[in-house]
């Protein structure tokens, strides 16, 4: 019985883990927005409302929008093993929109990072032992 439970336990343990910030969004949906056409009212509509705004010098409007996430296949939560298991996966985006005073995009900024790790468990091969036929075959 305890062995059952310590296998549930583990399972549960390893399930994926997803983690997420900001507003979802797309490299598409960035690409969709037409400089000196796309207005203000309609990017909120497609993307909702940006994570940051600013003032510029001259009246504009600068809208910030970024998204991370993190998705891990769960292998940390398993003891020793865990350290050489696991496999992560990261995307970062990030879009900067500059609007005129009158709320059309004059300016587009997009940057999309990809990363992550892969640790596989690594056991080296056994050594070869050295005899004294294996060293006479060298010698032909």
């Known amino acids: 019985m305890k062995i059952l439970v310590f296998l549930c336990t583990a399972l549960l343990m390893t399930a994926c883990a997803n983690v997420q910030q900001g507003t979802q969004f797309t490299a598409d949906d960035i690409n969709s927005f037409q400089q000196g056409v ?24 600068i809208w910030t ?18 350290s050489f298991l696991t496999k992560t996966e990261s995307v970062s985006r990030n879009a900067q929109l500059i609007f005129s005073p009158g709320g059309v995009l004059k300016t587009v900024t997009y940057s999309e990072s990809n990363g992550g790790s892969d640790k596989e468990l690594f056991i080296p091969p056994p050594k070869q032992a050295i005899t004294k036929e294996s060293v006479s075959n060298k010698d032909s």
């Open 65 to 82: 929008y970024y998204y991370s996430e993190a998705k891990s296949n769960g292998a940390e939560w398993i003891p020793v093993a865990g």
């Open 38 to 61: 796309t207005t203000s009212d309609q990017v909120r509509t497609k993307l909702g409302s940006p994570n940051s705004v600013t003032k510029g010098n001259f009246g504009e409007e």
